[in-house]
């Protein structure tokens, strides 16, 4: 991880820096609020609220530090809209041989952070991000999975 570059748009940096932000002042103040308002009812060996407020603060704390590795390990890309073509961010459309036409799947090519809800995600570094980038509707790619060699058509774009 200390080595990963995230490429991210200038969007989801600002929507990174904006959440960062929150959680470190915002988040850390109502969370410490909760923990000792539990802390006042009693036995903490007990307390259900204060066990249920440190779990909270633990993932509020790793998502802080998720995003502060992608904040300071980051390269920002632009998307050009008329490309026609899959880059980084593009929601490609693709259907693998042997399926019919209702089976066709989106992926997002990008950054986990950029993933639209709903639509699974491709690393542009991984196998199947790879062998999208740069290609356009009606083409057919191949890439090596666990599984062997895979066939898909881009079906569409967006």
Known sequence: MADEIHRITKETLDKL????????????????????AARLLGDLSENGDYHAAKDEQGKMESRIRQIDHVLRNHELVERDEHAGRVQHASIARV???GDGAD??????????????????????????GAALLG???GETVEYEAPSGVLRLTIVGLR
Do not use: H, K, M, N
């Open 17 to 36: 820096r904006a959440e960062y932000s929150a959680l470190t002042t915002i988040g850390r103040t109502e969370i410490a609020r909760v923990i000792e």
């Open 135 to 137: 290609r356009g509707v």
């Open 95 to 97: 259907l693998y041989d």
């Open 103 to 128: 089976d066709a799947q989106e992926f997002f090519i990008g950054s986990i952070e950029e993933r639209p809800e709903g639509v699974l995600v491709a690393s542009p570094t991984s196998p199947l």
